[in-house]
Nanobody
Framework: QVQLVESGGGLVQAGGSLRLSCAAS????????MNWYRQAPGEQRELVAGITSGGSTMYADSVKGRFTISRDNAKNTVYLEMNSLKPEDTAVYFC??????????????WGQGTQVTVSS
């Protein structure tokens, strides 16, 4: 099993910044993609940003230029630096990691979620 522990959420004023972290541990053979999703009340969960093992990144249009995803492969950790936060960024943010526990077995794990609240 692979466990994810998230940290870094909180309450911030519009225009402020937060940094989320997600550390993966357990039976990890390799990690491929590491992603951040978010879900606002009454809304579907949406992909915010992703990063591959090679360092390629993608972002939702709504966060491009404001959010930066990065990873530390040695620590099996992914980060989400969020700047110029807006009230519409308010949501529970979930870490998602996809990889292998062995050469023949893959895994998909989710973090417990961390609340980000941006006040106007």
């Amino acid at each position: 099993q692979v466990q994810l522990v998230e940290s870094g959420g909180g309450l911030v004023q519009a225009g402020g910044s937060l940094r989320l972290s997600c550390a993966a541990s357990g039976s990890i053979f390799s990690i491929n993609a590491m992603n951040w999703y978010r879900q606002a009340p009454g809304e579907q969960r949406e992909l915010v940003a992703g990063i591959t093992s090679g360092g390629s990144t993608m972002y939702a249009d709504s966060v491009k230029g404001r959010f930066t995803i990065s990873r530390d492969n040695a620590k099996n950790t992914v980060y989400l630096e969020m700047n110029s936060l807006k009230p519409e960024d308010t949501a529970v943010y979930f870490c998602n990691v996809r990889g292998q526990t062995s050469p023949l077995r893959g895994f998909v794990s989710w973090g417990q979620g961390t609340q980000v609240t941006v006040s106007s």
